[in-house]
């Protein structure tokens, strides 16, 4: 079984900093990780994904304040949140495009991690 299990939230300051970490328990293999975010009333939308070699992407609405990062070795992937805005204040959540062991790909979810920036 594979759990998908998000930390890191919290109630900041506009301008401020926030890391959230989602580390994947289980036997998975992972093509990519991601971030996304939903706001009360809003579309869940993808915030940054990390590939599997390395490469990152990000909505026009981070870039430049937000950097994605892992590691392999313990499944886990980061989002550091910098300068962070009223805006961003959501409810952020995991994704892992994976398998396990004798499945096809799919997309796993974590339970989320409020983030709350305040003006």
């Known amino acids: 079984q594979v759990q998908l299990v998000e930390s890191g939230g919290g109630l900041v300051q506009a301008g401020g900093s926030l890391r959230l970490s989602c580390a994947a328990s289980?036997?998975?293999?992972?093509?990519?990780m991601s971030w996304y975010r939903q706001a009360p009333g809003k579309q869940r939308e993808l915030v940054a994904t990390i590939t599997s070699d390395g490469s990152t992407n990000y909505a026009d609405s981070v870039k430049g304040r937000f950097t994605i990062s892992r590691d392999s070795a313990k499944n886990t992937v980061y989002l550091q949140m910098n300068s962070l805005k009223p805006e961003d204040t959501s409810l952020y959540y995991c994704n892992a495009d994976a398998r396990v062991p004798f499945s096809g790909w799919g997309d796993y979810w974590g339970q989320g991690t409020q983030v709350t920036v305040s003006s």
């Open positions: 289980g036997t998975i293999f992972i093509k990519a």
